[in-house]
């Protein structure tokens, strides 16, 4: 089984709203921080949320802040992301991201992503 599997994308109007999922498996999720990327066409990768262990912490790239909202359900092994008011310049494909741990062997993992379009 993959470590991290997203879903949730789709395809949504500007304003609307969509949901995506990232459900870890076998790698210590409630040790990792979570984080969110995205990369649009011809652009960069960047970074969109994160959220530590706890999920007490969120914090957000400003271009997302006060649309998009982070959260985690440990029982459940998934973090999610809520993104509300959506527009064309948010279409992207969406990386799921497990920080390494604390100790010294442990490595990042990333998900396939997970392509979302924003158009009229």
């Known amino acids: 089984q993959e470590p991290l599997v997203e879903s949730g994308g789709g395809s949504v109007q500007p304003g609307e709203s969509l949901t995506l999922s990232c459900t870890a498996s076998?790698?210590?999720?409630?040790?990792?921080?979570m984080r969110w990327y995205r990369q649009g066409p011809g652009k960069e990768r960047e970074w969109v949320a994160s959220?530590?262990?706890?999920?007490?912490?969120?914090t957000y790239a400003n271009s997302v802040k006060g649309r998009f909202t982070i959260t985690r359900d440990h029982p459940k092994n998934t973090v999610y992301l809520q993104m509300h008011s959506l527009q064309p310049e948010d279409s992207a494909v969406y990386y799921c991201?497990?920080?390494?741990?604390?100790?010294?062997?442990?490595?990042?993992?990333w998900g396939k992503g997970s392509p979302d379009t924003v158009s009229s």
């Open positions: 076998g790698v210590n999720f409630n040790s990792r921080e």
């Open positions: 959220a530590t262990s706890t999920g007490n912490t969120p």
């Open positions: 991201n497990a920080q390494p741990t604390p100790l010294y062997y442990s490595i990042e993992y």
